[in-house]
């Protein structure tokens, strides 16, 4: 059974930093699969993050985080990590990690095949 245990989600204030790690078990071939976190907000539609393909080759990120989160794929851990430095209230959400058999970089919820439970992350001002 596949799973994904994200870790690292808390209450920070402005400016401050927080590193997300997401590790996937079950699977014997993670080293081929895209990685994505995303995020959902009160009240607001789950939208991408920033995802990552298979060997780290290719990354994308939204544009209000571009400069500021910081995405990594350790293939020999079983893990994906991101790295959130400035955040601001309006990154409070809950992130979510997902994983793709198709090892291309993913930027739809369509293109992951399993998702974490997800951890929150709050931002005061």
């Known amino acids: 059974q596949v799973q994904l245990i994200e870790s690292g989600g808390g209450l920070v204030q402005a400016g401050d930093s927080l590193t997300l790690t997401c590790v996937v078990s079950?699977?014997?071939?993670?080293?081929?699969?895209?990685m994505g976190w995303f995020r959902q907000a009160p009240g607001k539609e789950r939208e991408i993050v920033a995802a990552?393909?298979?060997?780290?080759?290719?990354?994308y990120y939204v544009d209000s985080v571009k400069g500021r989160f910081t995405l990594s794929k350790d293939n020999a851990k079983n893990m994906v990590s991101l790295q959130m430095n400035s955040l601001k209230p309006e990154d409070t959400a809950v992130y979510y990690c997902?994983?793709?058999?198709?090892?291309?970089?993913?930027?739809?919820?369509?293109?992951?095949?399993?998702w974490g439970q997800g951890t929150q992350v709050t931002v005061s001002s």
């Open positions: 990552v393909n298979w060997n780290g080759a290719s990354i």
């Open positions: 997902a994983s793709g058999r198709a090892g291309g970089l993913q930027t739809g919820a369509n293109g992951y095949n399993y």
């Open positions: 079950g699977v014997s071939t993670f080293i081929a699969h895209s």
